[in-house]
């Protein structure tokens, strides 16, 4: 399926994409009343450009970058931080688009100046995400043959689409020449769909604390702090929430409320379907799911947290304080050799479920972490497999007979995902694959399965992409 690249003729005054609200503890921005109010676009570009330079150039993570950045441009107003924020990420996520049709519309293009080419950037980006040419070329303060070469994308986008389609799609998908294979292969004539989806600003979606409220109740109590939200359609426990607040912020997060999370990360802790006796969460990182666990859990049991990061240990310390949760045993363990072995061995055979949710490629989250995929090489999902594979054969010795392991990832790749799981069946005869939908339910079950398997992807299901397996170990 043809999709062309999106350089619209009429301006669409709809958000561009974002990354997530500040973390805990930072400053907020100063708040400015913005809808009389003219950005600012000198100062914007001036951020903008540092915040892209230290992530293109330097080869810093995306997130940390802006949060550099914005801390030190205290004089911008809550809106132009914002639209920092935006214009980078929707660079980010059109890069490799965005390189193309400027190397089409501007003659000499590469021979810029560094700063010249990353003002193009961020000025074609804001036309894929909806702006007219002459808007954008009005407001950036462009030379005028810069300027005259954002006029010029439409024409640009119409010759990248007269490309053959093999050629056309690793740049309109904005995916380097591997990853795009990658794509073709696992989502064959939903590539480009899957890739346009990858592209989007994702939703902020959160997940009701129910050892403190119930979805409903929530909705509710966001109101009252001038929060719209909504059910998801997919779980059970999460909301949309319809604000450019920062979340982190509102009372009812401080008070343990609501946690940030994915639809799709929610659904894989369902899949847990955690009992309140003894269960591991493996690969906890900050808690984002052990949190999730504890509440299916309402407080009872033991559940176990493990994660070779004592920072993320701590923070989920932090957020277990503020959540109510009570039930949480953190361990900081060894990454591997005799001294983990040792760490782990009053948990051998006597888990009834233990998550392992894999460090992994993170395809499934390009929407919010854009600046991945240009990092991802092929020896490193070679890595990411061969510690997947250990991974699960570690901690599958943990599970009691009858017990359940549940495996998961943020990945859509066929070789983290399924190849992982029929990997270890064939070294493990001792565990079986369960359906997943028999843990989810039918109805649920029918909308988020392929196969015996949960799979949810940005452009079917509106989540980032997951997968969860659940295995279950012979009496």
Known sequence: MKRKPKVPQKARRKPAPGPRPSRPGSRPAPQRPTSARELREDLVLQASLEAYGSIRHEGRLADRALDF???????????????????????LRRERTVDYLLAQARPRFQALDISRQDALRLAAARTLMGETPEEVAATCGLPAEDAAAIERLPEAAAALEALPFAER???????????????????????????????????????????????????????????EARPTPLSPLGMTLDTRLNAFALPSFRDGFFELQDEGSQLLGVLVDAPPTKVVDACAGAGGKTLQLAAQMKNRGDLYALDVDARRMDELRKRARRAGVHNVRTRVIPPEGPEAEAALQDLKGVADRVLVDAPCSGTGTFRRKPDARYRLEDKDLAMHVSRQKALIARFATMVKPGGRLIYGTCSVLRDENEGVVED?????????????AEVLGTELGRRVTEGPYLKVLPHRHGTDGFFGAVLVRAR
């Open 169 to 227: 799609f690793p740049i309109a998908a904005s995916l380097p020449d591997s990853l795009a294979q990658r794509f073709l292969e696992t989502f064959g004539a939903e590539a480009a769909q899957a890739a346009e989806a990858m592209n989007e600003r994702a939703p902020l979606t959160a997940r009701a604390n129910s050892l403190r409220t119930t979805r409903e109740e929530l909705v509710a109590r966001l109101a009252t702090e001038g929060v």
């Open 424 to 436: 270890f069946l064939l070294r493990h005869p001792e565990f079986t694959v369960r359906p997943a």
């Open 69 to 91: 950045t914005l801390r030190r441009k205290r004089n911008l107003w809550s809106a132009e931080r914002r639209a920092v924020a935006e214009r980078v990420y929707a660079l």
